[in-house]
């Protein structure tokens, strides 16, 4: 082997070693223990598929993977929002500075700090409620009723990520030569058609990382926010897969249980990890 | 060499040793807790720390608070790994008996002790033996606030003994303030399954609490069925504060009933922000009134013993550690007359320990308490025998009961599936 290619080899090593103790590992022996009945104090009992087929008629795992998808059909909103109002920044609209500044503020707040905020915010006797109660309008348990705490929360965590895709899709507007808008321009291209023609076509392998990352993080970075606003409730209203992960092994000491659903979710999020290679593979393909 | 430079260097090597000698025998005991963080048990914890480590020179207390919420998950994962704790507090009940192949059996260790405690059967193994040492006792009951009965015209030296007693209260305070009848603080879930506990205890017979002890007692037999009904009544009558789901029953809870806003609060008896001590701190001496869950569609008293007590927070020693002996002392500590009278005073808690003069509680809802106590308690809590998954299905259909988006055949319909899918399991 070439001196080179031992270096190159122990370059790679320290992250190599952390991957597989902290990643590898913890992945084998999570599905190794999830065809277990095991409470993680005595020894596991096999159960083969067991722990799979009661995934299959489990409601309170159906109704958390129903939420999975009625979170997932906002993705638009987690995508085009960012989408638009980042494209008004490049566009110098009045104050884009501020709003550069002002849309990235939630992104460094702790997820248990916009809970609680936002918490005192929509609670039944919230500042939400007490505002429109001036107009004589009656107040709505934002966050107790099931009919609105799942809209509660995803509101809430679009604002809280949104900073993030603004910033990634300001990074790839930059990919775009101005004189291309600038031709547009003295053509006769009004806004919508620059957005629509220009900005969107060009700006498509962007757009295509903030949708697979946006949704791997409603797959896997919802907990705080839940943890804190509403405990998953009422009901299973706002119950997601890792939320109840968490439920499964700690207050229930169900530890093989928990394991089939992480490696139920860790499929979900491979398969969308598999989409991404594969959606830019065709975009970066010549 | 020098003479005087070995011997120096002789002294310098025997110092060593020794010094490594005195480390050898230091020890750490690390307990855990869920409490010490707040401000009125730390009194308690530095108590039972400093005594201790008096009566134990060299062996240090590491009292580490892990958040509340999350101490069973991060208990679980100490569990997994068999490393952690010596001592851990843990809550009475299924939290305590789930966990229970981790921890020390415990009963000839404290047979000295067991005599002077109550309230252990909330840590009691099926084969009898004790897996924690209670420090307190625990139990539902109902707050009032004085005021909001007198603005509904009601007596506040009267407190409802019957259902139909409640049910008319909360007829007047509905009709006569602006307050809600009832408050919870079920943003857990957690208040409405206590309420459905204190319902069961005032209207089942011995018999058939007793077969619920048991896990006997199906969620859709005709026991269950009178409990919920009773439950569906207060929603429907509109007795409850509207938005209870949003509410925290420690924090939110009390304020709604300390500022008016509703008549009457189910809270605990002991060391927790919604018992006697904080609620009384936050309503004013004097204007909170203490009463026993009513009895339901019989007569008071049949049932004069309405309120349910069992052993409330408890230490226990986890089976890997290397100090058991030691943590069996530190636990001895927690649990003596001494500690348990601080605990009293600055935390209101209400001891396990019977040896403790209760005569010092001096505010009006403490000697409530302490009358119930006396006269009016009867030993296990209903809520401390649902099964973890019973419990969280009940958290969760009584979070949709409350916001009429389940009717009460499928919730109990719903809950039975849990108990019947438990016991499959089990086997």
């Known amino acids: ?75 638009p909103i987690w995508v085009g929002l960012p989408l638009l109002l980042a494209i008004f920044i490049y566009l110098e609209v009045p104050g884009a500075r501020v709003y550069r500044a002002a849309y990235f503020f939630p ?69 775009i030569p101005p004189e291309i808008i600038e031709a547009a321009r003295i053509d006769g291209a009004n806004l919508t058609q620059i957005i629509w023609r220009i900005v969107i076509p060009m700006l498509r392998p962007t757009i295509e990382l903030v949708v697979v990352m946006t949704t791997i993080t409603i797959l896997t970075s919802m907990f705080g926010l839940i943890y ?41 999020v491979a398969l969308v990890g598999i989409a991404q290679i594969r959606l830019m593979r065709n975009q970066w393909s010549p | 060499m020098s003479s005087a430079l070995k011997l120096k260097l002789m002294m310098a090597l025997v110092a060593s040793l020794a010094s490594t000698a005195v480390f050898a025998d230091d020890k750490t005991l690390v307990v855990w807790d869920f409490k010490s963080s707040e401000p009125l048990m730390k009194p308690y914890f530095d108590i039972i720390k400093s005594t201790f480590e008096k009566a134990h020179p060299g062996v240090t207390v590491e009292e580490i608070a892990q958040p509340a919420d999350t101490y069973y998950t991060v208990l679980g994962t100490a569990i997994n790994a068999q490393q952690g704790p010596d001592v851990v507090l843990l809550n009475g009940g299924n939290l305590a008996i789930d966990r229970a192949d981790a921890l020390v059996p415990l009963k000839d260790k ?33 707050y009032y606030n004085k005021d909001v009965y007198k603005s509904a ?22 009709a006569k303030t602006s307050a809600s009848c009832v408050t919870f603080g079920n943003k857990d879930g957690t208040d409405f399954i206590n309420v459905i506990a204190t319902i069961a205890h ?19 037999s005709d026991e269950m069925r009178g409990v919920f009904a009773k439950a569906k009544e207060m929603i429907d009558n509109g007795w409850i504060e509207n938005g209870v789901n949003s509410y925290s029953p420690y924090t939110d809870a009390v304020n709604i009933l300390a500022g008016g806003r509703t008549g009457n609060l189910l809270g605990l008896i002991s060391d927790a922000p919604n018992s006697w001590k904080n609620v009384e701190d936050m309503t004013g001496e004097g204007n909170v009134g203490v009463a026993l869950p009513p009895a339901v569609d019989k007569d008071p008293a049949a049932n004069p013993k309405r309120l349910e007590v069992d052993g409330g927070i408890g230490f226990a020693i986890t089976k890997w550690s290397t100090n058991q002996d030691l ?16 605990l009293m005073q600055s935390a209101g808690g209400l001891p396990s320990n019977t040896k403790v003069d209760l005569s010092g509680l001096n505010s009006e809802a403490a000697k409530q308490v302490v009358n119930f106590l006396g006269c009016c308690s009867v030993d296990g809590r209903i809520k401390s025998y649902y099964v ?31 108990r019947q899918k438990e016991i499959a399991r089990k086997k």
């Open chain 2, 327 to 342: 943590a069996v002392d530190f636990i001895k500590t927690a649990v003596s007359t001494e500690a348990a009278a601080v």
């Open chain 2, 153 to 174: 015209g009601l007596d506040p030296s009267k407190p409802p003994q019957t259902w139909t007693d409640f049910e008319a209260a909360c007829t007047a305070i509905k």
């Open chain 1, 1 to 75: 082997m070439k001196r080179e290619s031992i270096f190159v080899y122990l370059f790679v090593l320290p992250a190599l070693g952390l991957f597989v103790i902290f990643r590898l590992i913890p992945l084998v022996a999570g599905s190794v223990f999830s065809f277990s009945d095991w409470n993680g104090i005595v020894d596991p009992r096999w159960i083969g598929l067991g722990n799979y087929a009661e995934l299959l008629t489990d409601p309170v795992f159906q109704a958390t993977m129903l939420n999975t998808v009625k979170v997932l059909i906002t993705l």
């Open chain 1, 107 to 175: 992104i460094v707040l702790s997820s248990i700090i916009i809970g609680t905020m936002f918490s005192i915010i929509l609670r039944f006797d919230g500042t939400l409620n007490q505002f429109v109660g001036l107009a004589h309008i009656p107040g709505v348990d934002w966050l107790g009723d099931g009919r609105y705490a799942l809209l509660a929360v995803i509101l809430v965590a679009i604002w809280a990520h949104f900073g993030m895709s603004v910033l990634i899709f300001l990074s790839g507007l930059t990919t």
């Open chain 2, 202 to 220: 005032g209207m089942w017979s011995a018999d058939t609490r007793a077969k619920f002890f048991k896990h006997d007692l199906a969620w859709t």
């Open chain 2, 388 to 418: 973890t998954a019973e419990r969280a299905e009940l958290q969760r259909v009584g979070q949709l009961l409350i916001t009429g988006q389940m009717s009460v055949d499928d919730a109990l319909q719903s809950i039975e599936q849990v």
């Open chain 2, 110 to 142: 404290f047979a000295d002790t067991i005599p002077n405690l109550v309230g252990l059967t909330s840590f009691q193994r099926t084969d009898g033996d004790y897996i924690a040492m209670p420090l307190t006792v625990q139990g539902s009951i109902w």
């Open chain 1, 228 to 268: 804190v606003m509403t405990g998953g409730g009422p009901g299973t209203a706002t119950y997601m897969p890792e939320f109840l992960i968490w439920l499964m092994q700690g207050q229930f000491n169900r530890l093989g249980y928990a394991s089939a659903m992480s490696v139920t979710l860790f499929v979900v």
